[in-house]
């Protein structure tokens, strides 16, 4: 919500840089109604959570989490943004990665 509402706030505790055109702006807006979008998405699976549209839900959270942490690890090591919240950002991701495989898992084994 907050790349959404304050984007050069996020993006430079993110990548230790600033947004630096308009574009860079509508882009960083754009990916946060996206993300608010996923959590609202995820937040209205807990309903229902024994469908298969759940599944489908966890199952692209999951690809989501591993992308976003390799291409914050990758802007990190790779390209040299060093912003404080880059590798925490990292960490988030891969550790609601794994959360998604053990939610997978548990509900295939049931």
């Given amino acids: 919500m907050l790349l959404l509402i304050i984007p050069n706030w996020i993006v430079s505790i993110l990548l230790g ?9 509508v882009v960083a807006r754009l990916a946060g109604a996206a993300l608010f979008t996923l959590a609202l998405m995820c937040y ?27 291409i914050l690890l990758a802007a990190r090591f790779y390209s040299g943004f060093d912003g404080i919240g880059i590798l925490p950002a990292s960490i988030i991701h891969i550790a609601l990665a794994v ?4 939610s997978l898992r548990a509900r295939k084994n049931e």
């Fill in 17 to 25: 840089t600033n947004l630096s055109s308009t574009e860079s702006f």
């Fill in 99 to 102: 959360w998604c495989i053990k």
């Fill in 44 to 70: 209205f699976a807990l309903r229902d959570i024994e469908s298969d549209v759940t599944k489908g839900i966890v199952a692209a959270m999951f690809f989501y989490n591993i992308i976003a942490a390799a």
